[in-house]
């Protein structure tokens, strides 16, 4: 768990910071605040698709494994999603946020997504490190 927590923390803040000292969400150029709401949205989207890799407590295993199983799950991961695009695009006057451009929003999916691709690569990682040392984990 502490390899997954480093390495993803690592990609998040890297991520995060180049989001931040750059323009790849393409929303500066609609003004100062949506580029703010954006850099925030992302932050929390990136959260959102680290819920996959929370599932997975076991080295090795895939996050996605019984995703389908989990009901609970997709509730809470849309309740948050609902909610935070709600403050987003309606609560400029309480979350000093601003709508964003739907070309934003696909590219804020689209980065936030990678967490999910870099959590399985490290999986994927552990788990060949694994048959190596004959300790390859049973995912239930």
Do not use: H
């Amino acid at each position: 768990m502490l390899v997954n927590v480093l390495v993803l923390g690592g990609f998040f803040s890297i991520l995060v910071l180049a989001l931040q000292a750059t323009d790849l969400l393409g929303a500066a150029q609609y003004g100062p605040a949506v580029a703010a709401s954006a850099i925030f949205t992302s932050y929390v989207f990136l959260q959102v698709f680290n819920m996959f890799n929370a599932r997975s407590t076991r080295p090795g295993c895939s996050a996605l494994k019984g995703i389908s199983k989990s009901r609970s799950f997709f509730y809470v991961m849309g309740l948050v999603v609902v909610v935070q695009v709600l403050l987003t695009e309606f609560g400029s006057n309480f979350m000093q946020t601003a709508p964003l451009p739907l070309a934003v929003w696909g590219r804020i999916l689209l980065f936030a997504a990678s967490g999910i691709v870099v959590g399985e690569a490290v999986r994927i990682v552990q788990r060949a490190g694994m048959k190596g040392a004959s300790m390859v984990p049973q995912c239930a």
